[in-house]
C-alpha cells in the first residue's frame, strides 16, 4: 500500500481519480487586507462607497471617498470578501465598485479554488469559530 492510499476516498466523482492532495491555504488563496480611513477621508458623498463590516449586517449609512487607490482596495460585484471583526464570514459581494476597510478581506482565489466551494468552506469554518 502506498503512503498516498489514505488519500483515496472509495466514493469518486466520475472523471476524478487522482489522490487528494494537502494544500495549505496560502497556496489556494491571497487574503488581501482593506484599507483603513482617517476620518477626514471618510465623506457623506463622493465618488466610491467605502463597505464597512456593519453594511454586510445591521448598517446602512454609508461613507464615501474620492480617493484614487491601488487596484487590489477595491472590490467588484462577484468578489469573495470575509469580514473579520465584531462579525466573521465570507460573503459574495452584490453592489458597485467599492473600496473595501480594512476589517474585510478580499479573497483572491487561485484557480484551483473554486469561489462557491470556498465561500462553503469559509462558511462552515465560520461556524466551527
Request: aromatic residues 18%; hydrophobic residues 40%; glycine residues 6%.
Amino acid at each position: 500500500m502506498s503512503k498516498d492510499a489514505k488519500n483515496v476516498p472509495t466514493l469518486r466523482f466520475k472523471g476524478y481519480s487522482d489522490a487528494w492532495e494537502k494544500r495549505k491555504l496560502g497556496e489556494l488563496a491571497e487574503f488581501i487586507n482593506g484599507r483603513a480611513y482617517k476620518q477626514d477621508e471618510l465623506l457623506a458623498s463622493g465618488k466610491y462607497p467605502v463597505l464597512r463590516v456593519g453594511n454586510f449586517y445591521t448598517n446602512d449609512k454609508w461613507y464615501y471617498s474620492n480617493l484614487e487607490l491601488p487596484e487590489k482596495y477595491y472590490a467588484e460585484e462577484g468578489d469573495l470578501l470575509y469580514t473579520w471583526s465584531a462579525t466573521f464570514g465570507p460573503h459574495i459581494w452584490i453592489g458597485p465598485r467599492v473600496i473595501y476597510h480594512y476589517h474585510i478581506w478580499k479573497v483572491a482565489l487561485k484557480n484551483i479554488f473554486e469561489k462557491d466551494f470556498a465561500l462553503q468552506f469559509f462558511e462552515a469554518d465560520r461556524v466551527r469559530l
